[in-house]
């Protein structure tokens, strides 16, 4: 890892498998700090405060923002998400890479609040694949698949706002890639990078 503490931010559309993808990278490395966001979402029976989200209440959410602690905050899916500054901040002040995973509207707050910040977007191989994902969960209605599968369409769009993509088809090979961009590397994985905007273009047709 490189030595200089920093922030990475990594978001995806819904199933593009980003949250198992960033427990696994933590799981690897205990070194990492993962940045445990605050939502006005309804817990789930497999979440744990604290561990998954810090679950809130609507009023509590809004008075954290308004005393400026969110570094970043969004509205998703009819909920509020939100990053607790002080959090990251003491996090990256202990010496630690934080990891923060967001949407994009979140990850272009971030940008403009922290410029040193890396951000990765994982995208799923394909449409098909990213639809059987949600459907996999068993947890959501159909209306609310069709809703998030519109919605990480719309998503997807915005990969070219990212320094780093990585198209989440082999979890293991998925999380390698991810090691290396946090080791500094990993200049096939750079936005940039004319054969991923190829692959990247064949996803999004």
């Given at each position: 890892m490189q030595n200089r503490a920093r922030l990475f931010v990594i978001a995806a559309p819904s199933g593009a498998g980003k949250t198992t993808l960033v427990?696994?990278?933590?799981?690897?490395?205990?070194?990492?700090?993962?940045?445990?966001?605050?939502?006005?979402?309804?817990?789930?029976?497999?979440?744990?405060?604290?561990?998954?989200?810090?679950?809130?209440?609507e009023p509590e959410f809004l008075k954290l923002r308004d005393a400026g602690e969110m570094l970043e905050s969004a509205i998703v899916f009819d909920n509020r998400y939100g990053t607790s500054r002080s959090q990251v901040e003491q996090l990256l002040f202990e010496g630690h890479h934080v990891i923060l995973e967001i949407d994009w509207q979140g990850a272009r707050q971030v940008r403009?609040?922290?410029?040193?910040?890396?951000?990765?977007?994982?995208?799923?191989?394909?449409?098909v694949e990213l639809e059987r994902r949600l459907r996999g969960r068993r947890t959501d209605s159909e209306e609310v698949i069709n809703r998030r599968l519109r919605d990480a369409l719309g998503?997807?769009?915005?990969?070219?706002?990212?320094?780093?993509?990585?198209?989440?088809?082999d979890l293991e090979t998925a999380i390698d890639e991810l090691e290396g961009i946090l080791e500094g590397g990993r200049e096939a994985n750079r936005t940039d990078n004319p054969r991923l905007q190829k692959k990247v273009a064949g996803i999004l047709r």
């Amino acid at each position: 890892m490189q030595n200089r503490a920093r922030l990475f931010v990594i978001a995806a559309p819904s199933g593009a498998g980003k949250t198992t993808l960033v427990k696994a990278l933590v799981g690897r490395n205990p070194e990492l700090r993962f940045s445990v966001s605050y939502t006005t979402r309804k817990r789930r029976e497999t979440e744990i405060d604290g561990r998954d989200y810090f679950f809130v209440k609507e009023p509590e959410f809004l008075k954290l923002r308004d005393a400026g602690e969110m570094l970043e905050s969004a509205i998703v899916f009819d909920n509020r998400y939100g990053t607790s500054r002080s959090q990251v901040e003491q996090l990256l002040f202990e010496g630690h890479h934080v990891i923060l995973e967001i949407d994009w509207q979140g990850a272009r707050q971030v940008r403009e609040s922290m410029p040193d910040s890396r951000d990765i977007f994982i995208l799923p191989p394909s449409a098909v694949e990213l639809e059987r994902r949600l459907r996999g969960r068993r947890t959501d209605s159909e209306e609310v698949i069709n809703r998030r599968l519109r919605d990480a369409l719309g998503d997807m769009s915005h990969w070219q706002e990212f320094d780093f993509v990585i198209i989440n088809d082999d979890l293991e090979t998925a999380i390698d890639e991810l090691e290396g961009i946090l080791e500094g590397g990993r200049e096939a994985n750079r936005t940039d990078n004319p054969r991923l905007q190829k692959k990247v273009a064949g996803i999004l047709r």
